[in-house]
C-alpha cells in the first residue's frame, strides 16, 4: 500500500506541473480522482510521504481550476 500511494502521489505531482502550462489544465480534472486515491491508499498503507505529495496535489490542483476558470 505505501508504494502505491507514494507512485500514485509522484505520478499526481508530475501531472499537476504538467496541468500548470496553459493548454494543459484540462489534465486536472484527471489527476485530481488519481491523487485522491493515492491519498486513500496512503492513509491505508501509513505512508507520509505519500500522503503529503497526494494533498499537496489535489489542493494545487483545485487552486489551479478555481484560478483558471475550470470550477466556477
Request: one cysteine or more; charged letters at 5%; aromatic letters at 10%.
Amino acid at each position: 500500500m505505501k508504494t502505491i500511494g507514494r507512485l500514485f502521489g509522484v505520478l499526481s505531482l508530475v501531472g499537476m506541473l504538467i496541468g500548470f502550462i496553459p493548454l494543459f489544465g484540462w489534465l486536472n480534472w484527471l489527476v485530481i480522482p488519481m491523487s485522491i486515491v493515492g491519498l486513500a491508499f496512503s492513509l491505508l498503507g501509513r505512508s507520509k510521504g505519500g500522503t503529503v505529495m497526494c494533498f499537496l496535489a489535489v489542493v494545487l490542483g483545485v487552486l489551479r481550476l478555481i484560478l483558471g476558470g475550470g470550477v466556477l
